[in-house]
């Protein structure tokens, strides 16, 4: 299990570490920061187009083999990233990480629910999400720390070791797991037809776009915008990574039982934190709060989000997972792709803004879906 999260905070940290390195990466290829965004939109939206059919591709295949030729094919791509001579090897670089993201995420929650003892699944999830908050909180600014003293390539090169590091305690330690309850494709349809599971799907990308419309480019944002240090950026990608950690101990303590109270609060906390983002530019202590808040509410609505398609998709975990990891990555992309766009045309300055507009749908959607669907939200207490 702990092998499980490590893993997942290594995948997390190569999707988010650009984040941290936009403007790096720009400066060494001569282009603008918002160009160099769209790596974060291909990546994210490879992931979202090969979830599924990569989960169906390798549904039979034993799942211990599996993830050895995930971080093989993991730890080859790093090392295409840190060699880059151009953006366009870069590109393809992480289009090759993103493949092998795509069956990681499918497939991750679903292996850490069985191996979890008896009653423990939220717990069990927890622990891949910690994983996860922590490659938000010490990831992306550790990454950061390590491109601006070694150069960006550097930080790539120190995944891949990790990964290594990684595969080589996987082969160790994991049994050996044959595929089961991945379902097909004949549980798509079936799926679909769960308006509740549907509407959450809904709300998870709106939410996420949201999201990543401004927190893709809070690099920049801190430094061009609010006129702050590099070194404040690295900061604040740090308390919005620590508060994650927060987010997750809440939902762990109360997600079993409050799940769509807790989330429609997180959204709510999500649009007026994207709100505020521009005020609070003003002000190095303010940011620092409202990072506070931001990174727990991200961290509520995604663990929330994980339970809910979990607990209304029992008899097919696999598929209905990959498909929230899928639909999560279009947000991502989205996200990231609207923020690009906004710096270009509009202004960077108003990327929280423009996030709040989705934000706000979502928080209304929300409220409508969780009066309309209250007690399929709950995990099946049954069904173990």
Known sequence: MVTLAIAAFIFNTTEFVPVGL????????????????IMLTIYAWVVALMSLPFM??????????LLIALFILFIASHVLSFLAWNFPVLVISRIGIAFAHAV????????????????KRAQALSLIATGTALAMVLGIPVGRVV???????????????????????????????????????????????????????????????????????????????????????????????????????LFGRLG??????????????????????????QNEMYLAVLSIFWGIAIMIIGLGMQVKVLALAPD???????????????????????????????????????GAVPALAAFIWAMIIFRRWPVAMLEPQHHS
């Open 147 to 249: 491109g601006q003293l070694f150069g960006w390539r550097i930080t790539f090169f120190a995944i891949g070791v990790g990964a290594l590091l990684t595969l080589l305690a996987l082969i160790k330690l994991l049994p050996t797991l044959p595929s089961e309850h991945s379902g097909s494709l004949k549980s798509l349809p079936v799926l679909f037809r769960r308006p509740a599971l549907v509407s959450i799907y809904v709300l998870t990308v709106v939410v996420v776009t949201a999201h990543y419309t401004a927190y893709s480019y809070i690099e920049p944002f801190v430094q061009n915008v609010a006129g702050l240090s590099g070194q404040f950026a690295t900061v604040l990608l740090l308390i919005l990574g620590g508060a994650g950690i927060v987010g997750s101990i």
């Open 316 to 354: 097919a975990t696999d598929v209905a997972m990959s498909l929230f990891s899928g639909i999560f990555n279009i947000g991502i992309g989205a996200g990231a792709l609207v923020g690009s766009q906004v710096s270009l045309w509009l202004s960077m300055s108003s990327i929280g803004y423009v």
């Open 256 to 281: 079993n039982n409050h799940s769509s109270v807790l989330i429609s609060s997180a959204i709510a906390l999500l649009l007026a934190c994207l709100l505020l983002l521009l005020p609070a530019a």
């Open 104 to 119: 990681f995420w499918s497939i991750t929650a679903s292996l850490a629910i069985r191996m979890a003892p008896a009653g």
């Open 56 to 65: 169906l591709l390798t549904r039979q295949v034993e799942r211990r083999k």
């Open 22 to 37: 936009l403007s790096d990466i720009a400066e060494s290829f001569q282009m603008e920061t918002a160009q160099v965004g």
